[in-house]
């Protein structure tokens, strides 16, 4: 087994239990892509088992802080048992569930989906990669399943010095699928689709709108990256008279409108439009277009915290035109998913846009990621969903 030494004082995040090791806390040694290494501190005590990734700034993350821990296949078994188990007490309102997140369930890099019959997963670090196929048949063992679809193309695999992987990693078919949310049906990709063909995250946020949408008698609406209509099906099912959705990525909508259809909704109720979301708000603005509720939820503007400043501007502008594009008693559900951007600084962004737009806006309720995207008390970069209710308070 080889060691990775600490610098003196480095030892400070592992032995608070977070998972990660920069390259700049490394004093020495080093070991192949997702081999178990042993960290020591400085003076050689130890702190954690963890997979090297000598390509990535992440050089270790660790998979157990016990000296006593195996890492062998029994131990994947029995982290992905307990990241299933959890789930199966969260009572989730779909058949698809995020079955493994990453980090907050000990499996640093993998993610893994399960849309009714069919699992998707992501190795996205040298780590699991290297038990990949320890933890395929374990996932299929553990769930009693048989098709486990490889969605390994996210941007973390460059920065491992991974190649792209996608295919089906066990048993195999169509990869179109339909997945059952909140009553509701829609129809995915897990081939083509962004991620790993949903945002499962947005779930109970969906439900929200749907429910707020009923409630206040909503009747226009405006969904704004509309990706393959998650909200629009929703708003419709609420009973929305007339829903616009606007994304730039036509596929998107194509399945977006096959998903209205899907659910025996009626299309007349429907505007697509692909486009540019920040140029078609200027539009509306210009032409005095008014919506009954307005849904941002745009792709993530700041990675990290490097970046917040500008995706800072970018959020403000959106949001500045979502309010002013608000008739009074409208609601604003406005999100950002960037981890770079915390819970305060998005309502000080959501603040200062409705006061530059003149608009008296109420914060009605706060909203986060789905739980089965669990956070963590040891990993803060865990936390990335973040939204807002908002409401133009009706003139007098
Ligand atoms: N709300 C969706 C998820 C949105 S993902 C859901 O609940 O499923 C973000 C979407 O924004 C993607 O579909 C992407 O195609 C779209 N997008 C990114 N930049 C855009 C832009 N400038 N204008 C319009 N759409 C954009």
Redesign the pocket.
Known sequence: MKTIRLKPGKERSLLRRHPWVFDGAVAKGSADPGETVRVDDAEGRFLAWGACSPASKIRVRAWSFEQAQRIDAAFFCERLRAAIALRERLAVASDGVRLVHAEADGLPGLVVDRYGDTLVAQFGAAGVERWKGVIADALLELTGLSRLYERSDTSSRQLEGLPEATGWLRGGGDTALVLQEHGCKLGLDVALG?KTG??LD?RD??GLCRELVQRYGLAEVL?????????TVAALAGGAQRVVS????GP?LQQAAANVALNGLDAARCEWLD??????LRRFVEQGRQFDAI?L???KLAPTAAHAERAARAYKDINRLGFKLLKPGGLLLT?S?SGGVGVELFHKIVASAGIDAGVDGVFLQRMGGAPDHPMTVQFPEGEYLKGLVVMRRPTA
């Not at 969904?223 to 909200?231: A, V």
């Not at 606007?246 to 990525?249: E, F, L, T």
């Not at 486009?275 to 078609?280: P, S």
């Open positions: 962004h949903y945002y947005q946020n969906r969904n704004c990256y509309s990706y393959t209509g998650g909200f606007v994304d730039s990525s998107a486009a540019d979301v920040n140029a078609t849904v939820d745009p792709p999100f998913c």
